[in-house]
């Protein structure tokens, strides 16, 4: 076994004994050859998708919008999704006039991921996991003109999110009934992780490749990004105002991001998650009374 991955296989059985109360699947389990190239490929930055319409999309631009350390919502979201594009800067050899083949491509195989708390030295939040994926990234077309592709990636996956939602939220359910469902949060008990991501592949020259860690800081929080935009609260029932977020139009926004990163509008939850998203003293019962 070639000295970085030994080193990364090593890291990762010793990883195990770190399991606590959060359990995951999916550790690396064998190595991808001897690393010839760590300054090849790496992790430029975190791309951070665009709304437009009902669809949710990144690129591969480098001047693109990014984003430099996140938010989870756990009382909204039980995962984390990251977006990074991946440079390579192995210059295209391909002649078609010599009939000379591309070799500089790299075929980014998947990323090894830990978590830990607050810093690089601080205690694994879990185990450090695997997540395997296909990326092919194109040559660079001249010296110091990297070559980009983009990836989505769930690095806190339900396993650990639910852990941490029973560490961060503290839940006040007094008065909670099916016509009174909403609970209230007594208390966000904010955690601060942070990820480190190691992307491995090879180029179709049959070099294997490991980048540099990218590290990314997420603030994990209890209800910190739902908010209840005027407007959105109330209905009016016989002359008497009722809290109610399925009255009005909330924001457009990525589905499969909402509880990460950006406020999130009570009117586009409210009727998937009433618990949370709804207001204190909302009823299913238009004539019901709940405690505020």
């Given at each position: 076994?070639?000295?970085?991955i030994a080193v990364m296989w090593n890291r990762l059985k010793a990883s195990r004994a770190h399991l606590g109360a959060l359990v995951l699947g999916g550790v690396l389990t064998s190595s991808v ?235 586009s939850c409210a009727s998937t998650n009433p618990s949370i998203c709804q207001p204190r003293g909302f009823s299913t019962n238009p004539a019901g009374t709940c405690p505020r």
């Amino acid at each position: 076994m070639c000295p970085i991955i030994a080193v990364m296989w090593n890291r990762l059985k010793a990883s195990r004994a770190h399991l606590g109360a959060l359990v995951l699947g999916g550790v690396l389990t064998s190595s991808v050859g001897c690393v010839d190239n760590t300054v090849s490929v790496f992790i430029r930055q975190i791309q951070r998708p665009v709304v437009t319409g009902v669809t949710c999309t990144f690129n591969n631009d480098p001047t693109s919008t990014i984003i430099t350390e996140g938010t989870l919502d756990v009382a909204l979201k039980d995962s984390y999704t990251l977006r990074p594009l991946i440079a390579n800067q192995l210059v295209t050899g391909a002649n078609m006039d010599q009939r000379r083949i591309e070799t500089s491509f790299l075929n980014i195989e998947g990323f090894v991921i830990e978590l830990r708390e607050g810093s690089p030295e601080g205690p694994l939040v879990g185990p450090a996991f695997s997540i395997y994926q296909n990326v092919v990234v194109p040559a660079s077309v001249a010296p110091g003109t990297p070559g980009y592709a983009a990836t989505s990636i769930t690095v806190i996956p339900p396993q650990v999110a639910s852990a941490l939602r029973s560490a961060v939220c503290q839940f006040d359910t007094a008065g909670v009934t099916p016509e009174c469902p909403v609970v209230r949060i007594a208390a966000s008990v904010n955690r601060r992780i942070l990820v480190k991501m190691t992307a491995f592949g090879s180029s179709t020259g049959q070099h294997d490749v490991e980048s540099t860690p990218f590290y990314f800081p997420v603030t994990v929080c209890c209800g910190c990004l739902l908010t209840f935009p005027n407007g959105s609260d109330t209905i009016e029932v016989d002359g008497d105002q009722r809290p109610d977020c399925n009255s009005g139009m909330a924001m457009p926004t990525c589905a499969d991001t909402l509880g990460q990163d950006d406020p999130v509008d009570c009117r586009s939850c409210a009727s998937t998650n009433p618990s949370i998203c709804q207001p204190r003293g909302f009823s299913t019962n238009p004539a019901g009374t709940c405690p505020r």
